[in-house]
Every structure is written in structure tokens, then in C-alpha cells.
């Protein structure tokens, strides 16, 4: 069999590949049953594929079937990553309706595998491609009976090659020692006579792969068997700056007759002699007994670029080359269809590393992506607070591979603490969630730290006029231990060294600010046979300096933020269905405020916390039906602060601007712990195919330890301990009207203790009771073609026990008056909808429009009770995001926002007090106006050059193109009768470079 019978067209199935996996072959042929009234075809695979189905469920039109439809393009039906750490597997019967020009008309579910499976199969088979069936001569309508088989066999063997780091040019060091001596047999120019040699690789073992061939039967009818040549030549074909392994690229050299360096010097009717060899799938191949002299190669693949070189072969050598390829369409996105787990939250939304690098307005960083979301607020300036559906930013939780960390973003909110190279997932709750997350009632935004499952080197560099980063990972070996994994990252601003050089220019007298970021990330993975073993460290640091120089005098305040993290995990398959996740953590944070001043003011607030926590779970799927999580959840930490700043303790001196600060500093200390404990318990019950139901429960106790202070007049303030126990239900449901659309809807009890600092005596109340909210969400979800789909929900949040200040005290049973602070009188709620119309990832483009409608409330305290607009209340958002792949290696991306004024309290005029000279403002009702509609457009441009082992990417990243001066607040005169804007942004590029290899 000559190798080019790689050319005859083949039915390429390809199956569950997490992420990448080897493509299987399977062979599709059609059974004709000839003079009956129907036809009927079938697909028949690989017994690790799909299983053929009988003929009764397959049609044709009336007639004879006189071509069967071929399969001429496929892609990959992904195994979903959750049923693989799961253990389950499954099939999906699906039927197909092949047009007239051989697309995938229409695709139903037969026998439904599962949500997961049966999405993973619709998103592979509405891809396909195929010749047309022809029923008497003519393009025909057929039908075919395909079963999807999702066997966790084939995955794990094709992981377990890829583990084992198989693909490696030393392969060629692993072949025998006779395949590089001479043979009998070979002629003068070192050919076996009748030479036809096949080559067929075998990946776990080339050197036991190539068997002598049967040579045809000689004259006297006797066979011989022709002996191998030795290897001479070998390589590896891979794809340009990905790096990553090319399989099914032929390879072939043009061999000229002696006496002839060129083949345009042949003579009429003597042809160049041309042997073919295929890349395997490690993207390796060699060739045997080839004769001295300089050869081209030519290396050609479907999609690819056809590539020459020319070879030196010489006598008694072995040559060996490594081949790029650059892909023919240089500028798709990497990830065309992608398997995302079994829905089970009703509002969740999961956004991939490859859908959220290149968003614009975001400076390149993924996380900023969540402001484009529905149930998100747009956050002044440039972002940073999370304000989830009309809820204060504090009552969102934010972790990081499911750690709770003190916040997400840098100063200001122009990036995030994570680098993107980092970041696999991120998963943002508006609403809903289940039991697995407490100390929060609004939103949940977790983000998931990648795999780094890397064969290869990596790194990754971003340079801009903001930052720069790295990121650089591969495996790592280390004697007497298993195979490994690292990756480490760090970025660092540098705007602290550009402002100097600027500051005259700049300042003129004014405020100088210079913020300083950095953050870091490493992670250590350990893969064993049943376990996964990872370290993750990570960490950040803010530090804002701002100078403000009034004449002679000046004022420094400087703040800044720090925290890191130490993350051990295990991950354990106890059995096929059974999965045990045990994740302590480590960290400190520390918030630090001074100021320094020539006019003898000075002060510092200091504050480190100490945290600490386990996180365990136990999953299993007990059947099809029933799966059940049951988890353990603690979460420790220490709080307290130190105070020492100036206090105002002269009043009423005339005349006077402002109060003077005289006196000494007031100093306050307070110390303690909390310790969060909860059990919880999600389930995932399918009493019928088409409902599935997710009910949970989390039982939580928070034990507050206040510890005593003594004061510096002497006087202490007692120990106290809070307690606080809870159960709170939650659930969710999903109900599939059709295979394209599902009516979804959810309700929960959620709670949040109070902050710190609000808990102790010195400055709060330690009987405040925890927050609460009681969010109801109702939905529908239904995809319009293969990659839009469109969301809407409606949504309702009330909201009891908040906090709020009080000038109220108590008297004790012994007389003394204790001051209150704050008291839990503060009632609020939200109503709104929100709808996302979602364009999935394709070769080229992606994006999606996304619009909230809502109405977020609160009352001001016990003597007023009406309710008003929250600070955070936008009543319309509107955001259109688009981003697609153009023409030589260019990318361009859009983003447009339209968003109702932030709420504002206007003053009415005031009040001129001759003792004091002050102005005392008079005030309109709070956030009774509204700043004007916010509209903004930011645009993204980028270009990539590939080369062979890396790609670079230049890029302007420009946000308020057309300079819109957005007014975020308003700053009175004096005498409070004029009012100045203070604008957003202005035209800002962002110009950088990234690089990666």
C-alpha cells in the first residue's frame, strides 16, 4: 500500500478532547439495500467513537441511493472537562438531516446523554461537512443515525501519551541500532532494488514499528523479502509559534538521477524520483536509505502554508530538521468551539481565557471583562467596584481559585491582580448561586487559575505605557520525583517613574498622585495516578503617594495595600465516580494609611489580618439522575487596627475657613477573630430528561472573639464574643422546552456579617445582626443558531438588617452611656432584567450585546424610613461588545456603553454663618438628581507577525475615542451656587506590545 493513500477521502470523527486529543478515524459507509422502499445509511467507527445505529432509524427519499454522503470536514466533539473529573461517561444518539449541498440541515437528540454530553455532541455535528448523497443521480435530503459514544478510555490513554511528554525530537535516539547500518541489497546508489518502502510509525514504539515488506514475486516464483535501509533522515513538523505537534503532514523529497542538480534539466520522458512519508501524530517522520546529495523537501498539510527546504544527505549520516508550518489563516481565534460543564446556576456566566485577553476599553486585562456583563454597574472613573445588581461593591465576594481575597483590582481599577496568562475561567454570579459560597449577598466573581499542562516551554510579555508582565512555564523534572509542572508571572506599574519626569508640567501647583502596582502569581502542579497535587502562591501591592503642596505648606498621604496567599490543593479520585477535593489556605493582608505635613498634622491607620481556611469536598454522581457535592467551608481570620490621627478640639475661633487641628492625636486600638464555619450540601436531581432540579443548603456559624482594650485615659473595654448560626436553603431549577430552549428559575437566602471594624466596640456595635438578602430570579435561555444565543432574566433582591450610622446611644445597667454607631435599620431592594444576546467564538468573531433595566432602592435610617435611590442605582446599561479577526494578522474590537447618570444629591443654595464666615449648604433630598447619561466608545487594534517559535503583537488599546467629557461627580463653590464637573476619563491610549513563544 503506497502512502499517498492518505488522499482518499475518510470519515475523520473526532472525540473528546480535554483539551486536545488525538483524532480518531473512523469509516463512514452507507448499506443499500436495493429494490426497498426506503434507503437507510449508518455510521460505523471505532469501538472508542461512536456505535453504529440499525438502519431503522435513518431515511432517504423515495428511490434508489446512488452515492452515499461523505464526510469532508469534522471537528471535535469535546469531552466536558466536569464528566471527566467525575468519571462519567455516556452516549448521545443524534440524527442528522444532510442537505442538498451536504450541510448539516438539522440535528435532533435521539437518546439524550446527559445536558453536558448532548450539548459537547450538537456543537461538533452541526460543523460537519459533507459530500452530497445522490438517490437516482441526484443531490438528495438524507437522513443518518449517528451515536456519539464519550468513553473516558480513550481520553485518559491519549492524557496519559501526552504526560508521558512523548513528543520529543529524541525519539529518533529510541529506534534500533540496525536501522542506521547498511543492508545487503542496496545497489550502487544506495536504493533497494524496486524500492516502494512504506513508512508507518508507530507512536509507543518507532523501532518496533517498520516491518519488512513482501517484494513482488520474482521470476523464478519464489517471494523475497526486501530488507530496511538505514534511517537517514528524520524530523518533526510543528505549527508556527504555537509550537504544537502537526499530524498528517506529507512529506516528500524529489530525488534527481546522478548527474542532475535541477529537475527543469531532465530530459524528455526521465521523471525525478519522489518519495512520500506522513507526520504521525506527534508530528514525526523519517525516511530510509536515502542517496547522498541535496534534496528538497516539501511539507504540505490542509490549512497550512506548503513549505520547501533543501537537504544535505551525505553518506554514513543521519540528518535531522525540525519544520514550522504557518497556519494558511494566520489570525483566528485559538479557540473555535469550546465544552462548557452542564449548566446548573441559573445566572451564571463563564467567559474562557481566549474570550476575554483582547475586549477593548479593558487595557488588555480579563477580569475587567465583568463590566460588560448584564448586572454589573458601570463603576466611575475607571472601574474597580463591583456593584452587582444595585448592591454596595462589599457585598460581593470575590475569590480566587474559590479563596476569598480582599479585592480583584489595582488602584482605580485599571487592572486586575491577575495576569492574563493565569486565568482559565472566569465565572461571574449576578444572583443565585449555590451553597458552595457564603459571606456574601449580592455576587460571586471566581476566578479560575490555569492548568499548566504544557509539553512545552512557554512565556508570555506585555509591555505598555501602564505596566509591564511576564509569564513563563513548562514542565519541570526533577530526579526521584514525578513529572511536574510550573508557571510563574509578575507584572509592575511604572507610572511612579514617568510622573517625575512630566511633574512641572503636570502639576502647576496642584495634586501629584503616583500609584505603584505589582502582583505575582506561581503554581507548582503534581500529576499522580489517582491525585493532582498543586501549590499556588500569589499576591498584590498597591502604594498611592499624593503630594498636594498649598504654597509653603504641603500634605503627603500615602495608602497602600498588600496581600498574598499560599494555596495547597489535592484533588483525588477515590473512585469512577467519586471525587475528593481537599484546598487549605494561607495569607496576610495589610492596609496602611499615613499622613506627613509641615504643618504638624500627621497620623497613621495600620490594620494586618491574618487569614486562614480549609475548603473540603466530596462529589459523586450516584447515577444519571443524582449527583450530590457535600462540603466543608472555614474561614478564619484575625481583625483589628491601630489609630492614630489628629482631632479637631478647637471650635468656633473667628474668623476661621475651616476647623483648625490643634490638640493631640486621638489614638484607638482593637483586636480579635472571626472564625466562619459551614457545612453544605448541593444537589443535582433529574426526575425526568428534561427537568433538572439543584437544590442546596449551607449551615453556617460565625463565632466573633473581641478581645479587651484598654483605652489611654485608663478606662478598658470588655472582651465579647458574637455568635452567629444560620441555615440558609437555596435553589434553582432548569427546564428544557425544547433542545434549544430552557425556562430556568431560582430562589436563595443569603447572609453576610458586618465588617470588622463596624463590630467593635470602641467604634461599632458588636450586636449587629448579619445582613440578608433574599433573592428571587426568573429566566429563559434558548440558542438561536450554532453560535448566538440569547439570555433574559427577571430579577427581584430584597434586602433587611443593613447597616447603617446612628448618632444613638444606650444606657447600661451600671449608667454608663454607650454609643451605638451603627444599628441594622437599613432596608433596601432591587428589581430589574436583564437580557445578554451572546455570540459564541467562532474562527473570526465574537461578542455580544448586553442590557440591564433596574431599580435599586434603600431607606436612610430609623427616623426616615422612605426609600430613595442607592448610590449605585443605574436604571439603564447598555453594552455592545465585538471583536473580530481581519486580513493580514489583524484584529479590531469595539466597545460602546450607554449608561443612566450615577444618582447625585444637589444643593439647594446656603446659609452664610457671619460667626464662623462659613457657608452652610442646603441640600436637595438624597440622590433625588442624576448626573447626564454616560456614553463612551474604546476600540482595540492589533497586528500579530508569527514566526517559527514565537509571535509577537503590537496593539493600541484607545478608550473614549471621541472624548466624551462624562461627568462622574460635581464639586460646589464655596458658597454653594456653582457647580463644576469632575469628568471621567478623557481619550486615553493605551499603546503596548505582547509577546509570546
Given amino acids: 500500500m503506497n502512502v499517498k493513500i492518505s488522499r482518499l477521502r475518510t ?22 439495500l436495493l429494490k426497498a422502499p426506503a434507503a437507510f445509511s449508518a455510521i460505523e467507527s471505532a469501538p472508542e467513537k461512536a456505535d453504529v445505529q440499525d438502519g431503522s432509524n435513518t431515511q432517504a427519499a423515495p428511490g434508489t441511493l446512488t452515492k452515499a454522503p461523505e464526510l469532508i470536514e469534522s ?45 459537547a455532541a450538537l456543537r461538533a455535528v452541526r460543523q460537519f461537512k459533507f459530500s452530497p448523497a445522490e438517490i437516482d443521480g441526484k443531490p438528495a435530503r438524507v437522513q443518518i443515525s449517528f451515536t456519539q459514544n464519550f468513553t ?45 518502502d512504506e513508512l508507518n510509525l508507530n507512536t509507543n514504539n518507532p523501532s518496533k514499528a517498520i516491518e ?4 513482488n514475486v520474482a521470476k523464478n516464483g519464489e517471494k523475497k523479502i526486501r530488507k530496511r535501509g538505514p534511517v537517514n533522515f528524520v524530523g518533526v513538523v510543528r505549527q508556527s509559534s504555537k509550537k504544537t505537534p502537526l499530524a498528517g503532514v506529507e512529506v516528500s523529497i524529489e530525488i534527481l538521477p546522478k548527474g542532475y542538480e535541477d529537475a527543469e534539466d531532465l530530459p524528455e520522458g526521465i ?39 533543501f537537504e544535505e544527505i551525505s553518506d554514513g549520516q543521519r540528518s535531522e530538521v525540525v519544520v514550522y508550518l504557518k497556519a494558511r489563516e494566520l489570525n483566528t481565534f485559538e479557540t473555535v468551539t469550546r465544552a462548557r460543564p452542564a449548566k446548573k446556576e441559573v445566572a451564571k456566566i463563564t467567559l474562557s481565557r481566549e474570550e476575554v485577553r483582547k475586549v477593548p476599553g479593558t487595557f488588555g486585562d480579563p477580569i475587567r471583562v465583568i463590566e460588560n456583563l448584564p448586572g454589573l454597574a458601570r463603576a466611575p472613573f475607571a472601574g474597580g467596584a463591583l456593584i452587582v445588581r444595585g448592591a454596595n461593591p462589599q457585598n460581593t465576594g470575590v475569590y480566587f481559585d474559590s479563596v476569598l481575597i480582599p479585592l480583584i483590582y489595582h488602584f482605580g481599577g485599571l487592572k486586575s491582580i491577575v495576569n492574563p496568562e493565569f486565568l482559565e475561567n472566569l465565572n461571574f454570579y449576578p444572583g443565585g448561586f449555590g451553597a458552595k ?70 502639576t502647576s501647583g496642584g495634586v501629584v498622585a503616583t500609584p505603584v502596582y505589582w502582583d505575582y502569581q506561581a503554581k507548582l502542579e503534581m500529576p499522580l495516578k489517582k491525585h493532582q497535587l498543586s501549590l499556588f502562591v500569589f499576591g498584590s501591592e498597591d502604594d498611592l503617594k499624593v503630594i498636594a503642596p498649598t504654597g509653603q505648606n504641603s500634605i503627603d498621604l500615602g495608602l497602600r495595600t498588600t496581600f498574598h496567599r499560599v494555596v495547597p490543593k489535592i484533588t483525588s479520585k477515590l473512585k469512577k465516580n467519586l471525587t475528593h477535593t481537599f484546598q487549605p489556605y494561607f495569607g496576610v493582608t495589610s492596609i496602611g494609611l499615613n499622613t506627613d505635613s509641615n504643618l504638624g498634622i500627621s497620623g497613621n491607620l495600620q490594620s494586618n489580618t491574618y487569614s486562614w481556611g480549609i475548603r473540603d469536598e466530596l462529589r459523586s454522581k450516584i447515577n444519571d439522575n443524582v449527583e450530590l457535592a457535600l462540603g466543608f467551608d472555614y474561614l478564619g481570620n484575625t481583625l483589628g487596627f491601630a489609630f492614630d490621627f489628629p482631632f479637631s478640639t478647637e471650635f468656633g475661633s473667628f474668623p476661621r475657613v475651616y476647623p483648625r487641628l490643634v490638640g493631640e492625636n486621638f489614638s484607638l486600638r482593637n483586636d480579635g477573630t472571626v472564625h466562619g464555619t459551614a457545612l453544605y450540601l448541593e444537589g443535582v436531581l433529574k ?87 433574599f433573592q428571587s430570579i426568573i429566566g429563559l435561555e434558548h440558542r438561536l443558531s450554532k453560535y448566538i444565543s440569547i439570555d433574559l432574566q427577571a430579577y427581584y433582591t430584597k434586602r433587611d438588617n443593613n447597616v447603617r450610622a446612628t448618632s444613638d446611644s444606650v444606657t447600661e445597667a ?57 448610590n449605585f442605582d443605574q436604571t439603564h446599561i447598555l453594552t455592545l461588545v465585538a471583536q473580530g479577526k481581519l486580513p493580514w494578522g489583524l484584529s479590531l474590537g469595539g466597545r460602546f456603553r450607554l449608561v443612566s447618570g450615577n444618582p447625585a444629591t444637589r444643593a439647594a443654595g446656603s446659609i452664610h454663618d457671619l460667626d464662623t464666615t462659613d457657608y452652610v449648604a442646603r441640600f436637595q433630598p438624597i440622590n433625588s438628581s442624576r448626573a447626564p447619561a454616560f456614553h463612551q466608545l474604546d476600540i482595540r487594534l492589533d497586528k500579530t507577525f508569527v514566526f517559527d517559535t514565537f509571535k509577537i503583537t503590537p496593539y493600541l488599546d484607545l478608550l473614549n475615542i471621541y472624548n466624551r467629557m462624562n461627568a462622574e461627580f460635581y464639586q460646589d463653590d464655596y458658597r454653594f451656587r456653582e457647580q463644576s464637573v469632575i469628568p471621567s476619563l478623557p481619550i486615553f491610549p493605551n499603546f503596548g506590545v505582547q509577546g509570546e513563544f
Fill in 75 to 119: 471537528v471535535d466533539a469535546e469531552y466536558p472537562a466536569k464528566a471527566f473529573e467525575e468519571g462519567r461517561e455516556s452516549a448521545v444518539t443524534l440524527i442528522l438531516t444532510i442537505g442538498v449541498e451536504g450541510q448539516v440541515e438539522d440535528v435532533k437528540i435521539e437518546v439524550s446523554g446527559g445536558d453536558d454530553f448532548d450539548q
Fill in 687 to 773: 426526575p425526568t430528561s428534561r427537568l433538572q432540579l439543584n437544590p442546596s443548603l449551607r449551615l453556617q456559624h460565625v463565632f466573633v472573639d473581641l478581645a479587651e482594650v484598654e483605652n489611654l485615659d485608663g478606662t478598658t473595654i470588655p472582651a465579647n464574643q458574637i455568635t452567629y448560626l444560620n441555615a440558609d436553603p437555596r435553589i434553582s431549577a432548569r427546564y428544557k422546552l425544547s433542545d434549544e430552549t430552557t425556562l430556568k428559575g431560582a430562589f436563595g437566602i443569603y447572609r453576610q456579617p458586618a465588617q470588622g471594624f463596624e463590630l467593635l466596640e470602641s467604634v461599632g456595635n458588636p450586636e449587629l445582626n448579619q445582613l440578608r438578602a
Fill in 437 to 506: 459560597y457564603g459571606f456574601a449577598t449580592a455576587g460571586i466573581v471566581d476566578v479560575d487559575s490555569r492548568e499548566l499542562k504544557m509539553e512545552n516551554y512557554r512565556g508570555y510579555a506585555d509591555i505598555s505605557l501602564l505596566d509591564a508582565g511576564f509569564f513563563f512555564g513548562g514542565p519541570l523534572k526533577i530526579k526521584g520525583l514525578p513529572d511536574m509542572n510550573f508557571g510563574i508571572a509578575a507584572r509592575r506599574s511604572y507610572v511612579d517613574a514617568i510622573i517625575p519626569v512630566f511633574i512641572d508640567a503636570l
Fill in 11 to 32: 470519515l475523520k470523527c473526532r472525540c473528546a478532547r480535554l483539551p486536545s486529543l488525538t483524532c480518531f478515524r473512523i469509516f463512514f459507509y452507507l448499506l443499500v
Fill in 152 to 196: 473516558l478510555d480513550v481520553v485518559k490513554q491519549q492524557r496519559a501519551s501526552e504526560e508521558e511528554g512523548l513528543i520529543d525530537e529524541s525519539f529518533i535516539d529510541e529506534l534500533d541500532e540496525s536501522d542506521f547500518q547498511d543492508f545487503e541489497g542496496l545497489d550502487d546508489d544506495g536504493f533497494f532494488e524496486d524500492e516502494s
Fill in 212 to 215: 519488512a515488506t513482501p517484494k
Fill in 271 to 309: 521523471k525525478a524520483e519522489v518519495r512520500y512519508a506522513t507526520s504521525d501524530e506527534l508530528g514525526r517522520f523519517y525516511f530510509r536509505a536515502l542517496p547522498s546529495g541535496n534534496h528538497m523537501v516539501t511539507y504540505a498539510a490542509s490549512g497550512f502554508q506548503t513549505s520547501f527546504t
Fill in 814 to 870: 451600671d449608667g454608663t452611656i454607650r454609643n451605638l454607631n451603627f444599628t441594622n435599620q437599613g432596608l433596601g431592594s432591587t428589581i430589574g432584567a436583564e437580557l445578554l444576546l451572546r455570540h459564541d467564538m467562532s474562527k473570526y468573531f465574537f461578542g455580544w450585546l448586553a442590557y440591564t433595566l433596574s431599580r435599586s432602592v434603600e431607606n436612610g435610617n430609623r427616623l426616615d424610613s422612605r426609600l430613595r435611590n442607592t
